[in-house]
């Protein structure tokens, strides 16, 4: 319902004021005030969409009222009403947002008029308030989807240069500041921690959280350039462990990559923090990547592998060469034979590449266990054939998951999205639907259909955005949020970015010159 205070220190006055309102706007709820005081008191309580306002009045003026209601409730829309009709009222009338003024007397014709449209113009603005916290609601709950998506993306995909500014800045960060990475495993039952990870890091400012998955959560940081990497390193990772439950925690470990100049180098900084993590049975708890042994220059066959062998790696593991892995990793421990290597200090080699397998995996859905040696081998010769079962196993775990996909599944996923487009719809929601991982969701989209997962949703919702514009009877307003967009100008942007020409444009050309 719309309100209305009338002020003004003449009974007679107001009383007249609301004879000839309530008969032109009779669903109109009239409140009166007889002085500026208590105009301010009723301002609050009341809580009018327009005030009539007498200017001279005794102790506080109108003007003066006007000026105090106005900057509490800047919302609310002033009508001078006065008997003097000067320059110096009028001009400090418009200086304080004032938006119309009645002379005394006046017609009840043009009172009903100049009201009438101060109350258009209120109820035009209130409902347009109404629904920008709507779409400010709706944005803060699909928030969190945005950030697991754009960490996915982000580590795992590439994102659209359509997307990533836009949602990026939604987040809240610079697209161009300093980032690290960092991976949290996660004790198996204890997955429910993850909420108060979330919740801390969010607390914190420190950065996204992404998707739990395979019992590791992907975190982004942003730098803060007001002190140390490893200073922040360090307390980040203690936090995290903290709202995990203590330090004391078996099987809860932190790694942390290194620093990249910007977001679209954060998928190194990963796979450097899950090289940084080591068998989670160590008593440490979290460990920076930069602190990982190094190659001495020795030139021994044991020196820590170079970047470049840790990124072929990755990728044997993602692509599914197990042939190539096993040929490598036994190859490695008959030139350990070869050249007298420590037994022990190979195996612990070995360990850690099997170790890194599992990590990978588990981005993909594979649940493998932590790969160990059942034993200590006694000689190479045993340790090269446990290290082959070991990988027998792994490849199998990996064969399994493969054979349980079915052949169609991304053309079911390409057709949920199709249908559900216009929803806020996420990897992490796909992957649930689909008993997937939402990193493997993104590279078998990817692999099979040439395109990304956020390309493809786009597509679906900038043709359903096309069809819709036929219909004049719909704004580009509500198409935008009928699509599943939350904001005009995003849509405007992605639209005119795929299409060459804006909404506008577009519609323009379809309805034939009108819009």
Known sequence: MTKLLIVDDEQVGREGLQAILQKGFPDLEIEQAKNGKMAIGLAEEFRPDVILMDIKMPGMDGLEAAERIGERFPEIKIVMVTAYDTFDYARRALKLGVKD??????????????????????????????RSLMREDALRRVMPVIETDIVTQLLFDHVHEVHSDELVSWLGADARGEVFALSVLVPEGEEGAYAAIRDRVRREGAGWVGALYGRQIPIIAFRDAGRSFRAQAN?????????????????????????????????????????????????????????????????????????????????????????????????????CESEGADRLHAQQRVSERLWVSSRVLAEMGVEIGTPTFSFQAQDYRQLRAETGSIL???RQAYAEHVERIK??????????????????????????????????????????????????LTECRIERAKKLMSDPSRSLKEITFEVGYHDPNYFSKVFKKLCDVSPTEYRRALLGGGE
């Open 101 to 130: 003024y009645l002379l005394k007397p006046s017609k009840a014709s043009e009172i009903k008029a100049t009201v009438g449209r101060v109350l258009e113009q209120a109820l035009a603005e209130r409902l347009d308030r109404e």
């Open 235 to 335: 307390e980040l990772a203690r936090l995290l462990l903290e709202a995990a439950g203590g330090h004391s925690q078996s099987g809860w470990f932190v790694g942390v990559g290194g620093v990249c100049e910007s977001l679209a180098q954060v998928r190194q900084s990963y796979r450097e923090a899950l090289l940084a993590t080591p068998d989670p049975a160590q008593p440490v708890h979290y460990r920076l990547y930069a602190d990982k042994p190094e190659n001495d220059g020795s030139n021994s066959i044991l020196d820590y592998p170079d970047k470049r062998w840790e990124r072929h790696f990755f990728e044997q593991i993602r692509v599914g060469d197990w042939d190539g892995i096993r040929a490598e990793t036994l190859d490695f421990l008959r030139r």
């Open 392 to 394: 027998d196993r792994i």
């Open 407 to 456: 052949p169609d599944t991304v053309r079911r996923i390409k057709q949920y999205i199709t249908e559900h487009s216009h929803e806020d719809i996420s990897l992490e929601a796909i992957g649930e639907k689909f008993e997937l991982s939402p990193f493997y969701i993104s590279k078998l989209f990817k692999e099979q259909i040439g395109v990304n997962y956020i390309d493809f």
